[in-house]
């Protein structure tokens, strides 16, 4: 069974801080996996997404992960935090089936409320 | 969320009574889903539909109901069956590489 677990279920830090949202995931076969982040009473919008190419994935508002295979694991983070980078965060892979077929459906993490202080 | 609209942002439903929450998207996907949110939870599956005039049940199909008579639209339907709707609902649409693109959200409370 394909699933996600991220560790945290609540990060603080401090503005200017680094920060590390931490993922671990399940999966027989190579996933796809992307990194959400929500701001409270909004939709869900895309930060980054693995899909097998370069293991060190950039995406917006200086956010980065790395894929590592022999750790499952696909850790969010930034080298410095803002007060606008308050958010939940929700890691999340690609549901596959036998062969690596995608159904097209996505498996949550349970999401880590990140707090910045001033 | 650009290019996909979910209406009302908020709804009341009373009790035994249906309600239809709207998704319309403007991105020419083929699929769309619709998942339910509760605090500590994570989102949850309900329907999704990878063509139009189809759709499979998801994780908690229970209680609603969907239709896909338009490739732009993918209305759910909480029935009177679902006994704990009060949830945030989100739309969303698969692009390229797997990828889902959300709607804004509908909050649903019972009066």
């Known amino acids: 069974a394909q699933s996600v677990t991220q560790l945290d279920s609540h990060v603080s830090v401090s503005e200017g801080t680094p920060v590390l949202l931490r993922c671990n995931y399940s999966s027989s076969y190579s996933p796809s996996l992307f990194w959400y982040v929500q701001h409270p009473n909004k939709g869900l919008q895309l930060l980054l997404k693995y899909t097998s190419a370069a293991t060190l994935v950039k995406g917006i508002n200086g956010f980065e992960a790395e894929f590592k295979k022999s750790e499952t694991s696909f850790h969010l983070t930034k080298p410095s935090a803002h007060m606008s980078d308050a958010a939940e965060y929700f890691c999340v892979v690609n549901l596959l089936g036998a062969g690596g077929t995608s159904y097209g459906k996505l498996t949550f993490g349970q999401g880590t409320i990140l707090t910045v202080h001033p | 969320d650009g290019g996909i609209t979910q209406s009302p942002k908020y709804l009341f439903r009373k009790e035994g009574q249906n309600v239809t929450l709207s998704c319309e998207q403007n991105?020419?996907?083929?699929?769309m889903y619709w998942y339910r949110q509760d605090p500590g939870q994570g989102l949850r599956l309900i329907y999704y539909?990878?063509?139009?005039?189809?759709?499979q049940k998801g994780d908690i199909a229970e209680g609603y109901s969907v239709s896909r008579e338009k490739k732009e639209s993918f209305p759910l339907t909480v029935t009177s069956a679902q006994k704990n709707p009060t949830a945030f609902y989100l739309c969303?649409?698969?692009?390229?590489?797997?990828?889902?693109?959300f709607g804004p959200g509908t909050r649903l409370l019972v009066l």
């Open positions: 969303a649409t698969k692009g390229q590489a797997e990828t889902q693109y």
């Open positions: 991105l020419n996907h083929d699929a």
């Open positions: 539909s990878q063509i139009v005039n189809d759709f």
